[in-house]
């Protein structure tokens, strides 16, 4: 028996039914212009107004965002960097195509976000670099962090992959650190019609070693400085769709929110972990619970028609890549995370009958 989703964990036709994108599309055809032309400096030019942050690059997808911040700030070679374990390998990724190395940071039990007392002990064994993520959309305890790293000298990373629009104290996530990163892949907050990323940063020496990498090492035209220059380029038609969105975003990201409020208001008698914040810290790029029996409660709702999914179920150290080698290593509130977080759905779009069905589908577990 095949059992029909009343509710999908994320819907990209009705997260972008509010848009005319084809407008937007047929904009770019008509220009016959399709690689860093008017759309991406015209979009360059928004998100880094919306963010607070002097200047944005552009580029083809949030890997390479993170491995060309990285390899902005310095990382070499038999670098080590410092990077939390439980957001999907996605930092890794980039420190391992540096020939770099993770050092991973346990996470706060509340926010999941990496914790600011684990990170202490590491700082002082000197890594290259830190990755900040803000996973699922929460900000990690950002001043902190940021004031650690700045009194050891060395240069913070912020991934707010998940995170776009998300404020503290009035600043938004990837205004704080030397250099923020962000992806446009569909299922993001703000998401494009296929791949997409974005390096920020207020210091322009960062941002142009950025803009050499993303396009072969040039200084400007056929002039080489870098080495390991990369293509890797946001195209136009990703481009006009992203600024058809990004004036929607912070609206997008309340409904969002709304979504997650009325969560953790129903479920707050149940014996579930729930989000730490339904504040403007949260911008509910996923909404994720805590469960003891997770595999019966993802059947339960199965059942119900509610899809759901795990973000993320193995921890970074405890990937087969590293054959066990990495499985020693002291991150107790990470692996209990993986063991028991899910996720709910919580997009822009969903119907208030939807949330409904979904309270109600989980309170019928208990
Ligand atoms: C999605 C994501 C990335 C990677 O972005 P891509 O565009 O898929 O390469 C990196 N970090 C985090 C936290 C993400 O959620």
Known sequence: MTIKTVVPLFSASLVNSRFDLASALKRVLDSNSFVLGKEVAQFELEFARHTQVEHCVSVANGSDALELALRAVGVVNGSRVACVANAG???STAIHLLGAVPVYVDVDAH???MC???LAPVLETRPAAVIVTHLYGQMAAIDPIVRQCRAAGIPLIEDCAQAHGALHAGRRAGSFADISCFSFYPTKNLGALGDGGAVLSSNIDLIAAVK????????RKYEVTRICGRNSRLDELQAAVLREKLPVLDEQNAERRAIAARYNHAFAALPLRLPVSVGEDFVAHLYVVRAERREQFRAHLLECGVATDVHYPIA????PLFGGRRAAEMLPVTLDACASVMSLPCFPGMTSDDVEHVVKSVRSFF
């Open 116 to 118: 600011e007392r684990a």
């Open 316 to 319: 970074d150290t405890m990937q």
């Open 212 to 219: 050499a990498l993303r396009q072969y090492g040039w200084a």
């Open 89 to 91: 390998f996605y930092s």
């Open 111 to 113: 926010s999941l976000n």
